[in-house]
């Protein structure tokens, strides 16, 4: 197989933690004789400084001719002006509307071998295995009018949060038939006691659970739902929600894991790559954290796993996706761990070693 895949690094540790995918990539493409062509883009403040474009059309060229993107983090210090008209977060909002990534997939699933790093009492955590579908090009990211004006004499700032039925309904069915291939739940997260966008969008992910008689079906408030991640995860299923609410909600699931270094995403849309796959991006959720940027300490779990995801979504190549899968679970059995993982006393890992020691355990059995 020979695709093509574009990285881009972006900021902080996007470029640390996209070399581990890197290595990654080229060790699968080793192993079972593939030929993986890789080309490396700006996207982000990096953008920024070289082109003044948070999302250069050539990147964005790149990315729709691309059979696959593997992206890091934008962001940081840097370019932190609330005033400024050029953000980073627009190329990263720019990429999901150019290329139609309607749907994020964020799995939870803690690793066995992790369970005492997370915060949550170890007896919560064994069966959680959750996957959260968020609307990724609706809502209040992306809602219009979206300004700062002068109301009576003070500034006033308007964000609009605003979905469509059709919006709505494509991304249900999408969670609905995820849940057919999983264990057959479906939990729809919505604020629908307060927001008119979240009435329409219960009422409409219901009308859609109609045509899945087959898969069992429940709504909570997202403030219910915060609440139970934490106090039952092990119920859920698939949680489809909002674009904001599921942009809070993962970050809170990923304390059940024991880091947000761990937690792998897939964007995927409706357009299809030259070898009949979604065309999708695939990212850490966990941001550029420019406190740790350049220390060489980033986890690339999170990454590596997106990694496998890209693998089997955009590339069809499940084998090679439960090669790179297996080889993280062995490398944490082993006791291998990055710093945000390793307990008091525990020795860690750089970067560059735990991708190492994660490549080391990989093959095409």
Not at 267 to 287: A, C, D, K, T
């Amino acid at each position: 197989m020979n695709p093509t895949i574009i990285l881009l690094p972006g900021d902080g540790i996007g470029s640390e933690v996209v070399a581990a995918g890197q290595e990654v990539l080229e060790a699968v493409a080793d192993i079972f004789d593939h030929t993986f062509k890789m080309e490396t883009h700006l996207v982000g403040g990096a953008a920024i400084d070289a082109e003044g474009d948070p999302l250069p059309e050539e990147t964005l060229a790149a990315c729709r001719q691309a059979d696959a993107i593997l992206l890091g983090a934008v962001g940081g210090p840097k370019w932190d002006d609330p005033t400024a008209p050029v953000r980073p977060e627009q190329g990263l909002l720019g990429l999901r509307k150019g290329l139609e990534l309607f749907a994020n997939l964020r799995p939870v699933k803690p690793h066995a071998e992790l369970l005492s790093a997370s915060p949550l009492r170890p007896d919560l955590l064994p069966e959680v295995d959750l996957l959260v579908v968020r609307e990724l090009t609706g809502g209040i990211y992306f809602g219009r009018p979206r300004e700062r004006r002068q109301v009576n004499g003070e500034t006033q700032a308007v964000d609009t949060m605003a979905y469509t039925e059709s919006e709505v309904r494509r991304i249900a069915h999408l969670a609905f038939q995820l849940a057919g291939e999983r264990r057959g739940k479906v939990t729809s997260v919505d604020k629908a006691n307060v927001l008119e966008t979240s009435r329409l969008w219960r009422q409409t992910v219901t009308q859609v659970a109609e045509e899945y008689p087959q898969i069992e079906f429940e709504t909570l408030l997202v403030d219910a739902a915060t609440m139970h991640l934490i106090t039952r995860p092990a119920t859920f299923d698939v949680m489809v929600t909002t674009n904001m609410f599921g942009d809070i909600l993962t970050d809170e699931a990923s304390v059940l894991t024991g880091s947000m270094g761990n937690l792998p995403s897939a964007s995927l849309g409706e357009s299809r790559n030259r070898h009949g796959n979604p065309r999708g991006m695939y990212e850490p959720i966990h941001g550029s954290a420019p406190d740790i940027a350049g220390k060489r300490i980033a986890n690339p779990i999170g990454t590596i796993l997106s990694v496998a995801m890209l693998l089997r979504h955009s590339l069809g190549l499940e084998q090679e996706a439960r090669a790179v899968e297996s080889a993280v679970g062995e490398t944490l059995k082993a006791g291998c761990r990055t710093g945000d993982l390793a307990t008091p006393g525990e020795s860690a890992l750089n970067t560059a070693e735990m991708t190492k020691e994660i490549v080391r355990g990989m093959s095409d059995e």
